[in-house]
């Protein structure tokens, strides 16, 4: 993995200053939160700022595509960068005010939601398509670990800052936003991404709805169709895991902080799944790569819900870990290479968003579940409804590839 991207060193250069911006973004998320609690007090404050976050990534991912399929992608990361350290910066010398925070949590959740579509147009564009799932792999590995290292850094700096000082984390984090774009600068100035997109004489509104409309023609394709479904029940089972997973400790007798080291379990699965993974499964079926690792996925979910000992629930957060990430660099390399170039941004950018109101509607509903019933419940239900889309996926993504391929011959020779 390390070495495909020392040998790619654009490529390379360009996860880094993605990474770098997702630990912005992380950093900054666990920033407000803390902040805010300590100031307020309020559980019901602070959880405005999740709130706003989801409703953020859900407005703009509805959008986001389109701007990136009709702007330069490179000019795109550069101006939200930029963009991004401004708001976290200001945050700085503005006074405590919860409104503060939701705007600014809220404003980085929508430049956010460009970096998406246009890391994708650039990555199609330097990297050989038979390298896409290596690629994808590695994006997703070092995209991992900064989901770990992010949190653990602002806590780390707040700890070290007096109560009047904490406010200095906000220029750390903005200044983490400056480098990304001085890294895209320096590294993709240059690139000029020509897409195949049809002239049209539309214009305004007109021109946007009917390039937003062409932004769900990859739906037609019954492959990603099934895979976008796959993504939603997924996300649906596993939404608030962290939160219903510390209530499943407690209710066992266990001390909530193990949590923790679950939650690290399950990211230590991702990561060795997503550097040794491409290896042995580039040349399965993509109905295995995609419904088996859902399958497979739901299994050792549910089975968190049943067991009561934490080295259990260890082992078999490690192996949910393990096949989310197996479909995790599987699924962005079927898009990739099968999305044409000209509409990539746009589906990117639906597909995020659709992603973010999935996301909102599964805490809802996995919270209300878990008061009603209990928390093991929402687990196991969750792992059947996972394990169930896995098994249907097989054999619905076997049949549709067959003759979708088919198909696209048959209009290829008319």
């Known amino acids: 993995m390390f070495t495909f991207l020392l ?3 654009r490529f390379g250069l360009l996860v880094a200053s993605s990474c770098i911006s997702v630990f912005g973004a992380y950093f900054t998320y666990m920033l407000v939160i803390v902040l805010a609690y300590e100031k307020s ?12 976050s989801a409703i953020g990534a859900l407005i703009a991912g509805l959008f986001a595509g389109v701007c990136v399929d009709r702007m330069q992608p490179v000019k795109v990361l550069i101006v939200t960068n930029f963009l991004s350290a401004f708001v976290i910066i200001s945050l700085f010398f503005l006074p405590y005010n919860p409104l503060f925070y939701y ?7 929508i430049l956010n939601a460009f970096n998406v579509p246009a890391f994708s147009k650039i990555q199609v564009n330097i990297i050989h398509k038979d390298h896409y799932m290596e690629a994808n792999a590695s994006y997703q590995t070092i995209r991992e670990f900064t989901r770990i290292l992010a949190p653990g850094a602002a806590a780390f700096v707040l700890s070290l800052l007096s109560e009047e000082w904490k406010g200095v984390g906000f220029l750390i984090d903005g200044f983490s936003y400056i480098i990304a774009g001085v890294m895209i600068i320096a ?3 240059t690139l000029r991404i020509e897409d195949e997109s049809e002239v049209t004489e539309l214009k305004g509104i007109k021109q946007f709805k009917a390039d937003w409309i062409e932004g769900w023609e990859p739906f037609k394709n019954p492959v990603i169709a099934a895979i976008m479904v796959l993504y939603f029940i997924i996300v649906l089972g596993i939404s608030g895991f962290d939160v219903i997973l510390s209530a499943h400790i407690f209710t066992n007798g266990l001390p909530t902080i193990y949590v923790g080291y679950i939650i690290a379990s399950l990211s230590t699965g991702v990561i060795l799944a997503t550097i040794i993974g491409p290896r042995y499964v580039k040349t399965w079926p993509i109905s295995i790569r995609l419904g088996g690792s859902a399958l497979f996925l739901g299994l050792a979910f549910f089975s968190i819900g049943i067991v009561q000992n934490i080295v259990l629930m260890l082992l078999f957060s490690f192996l949910v870990g393990c096949f989310n990430g197996v479909y995790n660099f599987s699924s962005p390399t079927y898009f990739h290479e099968n999305i044409p170039q000209h509409v990539l941004g746009r589906f990117m950018g639906l597909f995020t968003s659709a992603l973010s109101l999935i996301s909102i509607i599964g805490m809802s509903i996995n919270g209300v579940l878990g008061n009603i ?3 093991a419940f929402v687990i196991m239900l969750g792992g059947t409804l996972i394990t169930i889309i896995g098994i249907l996926s097989i054999l619905f993504i076997q049949k549709s590839e067959t003759k979708y391929k088919k198909t696209s011959l048959q209009n290829a020779s008319l």
């Open 103 to 109: 705007i600014a949590v809220f404003l980085i959740a």
């Open 41 to 52: 007090q309020s559980l019901t404050s602070t959880m405005g700022i999740t709130l706003s």
């Open 187 to 189: 590294t993709f100035i």
């Open 373 to 375: 019933y209990s928390p």
């Open 7 to 9: 040998k790619n060193k």
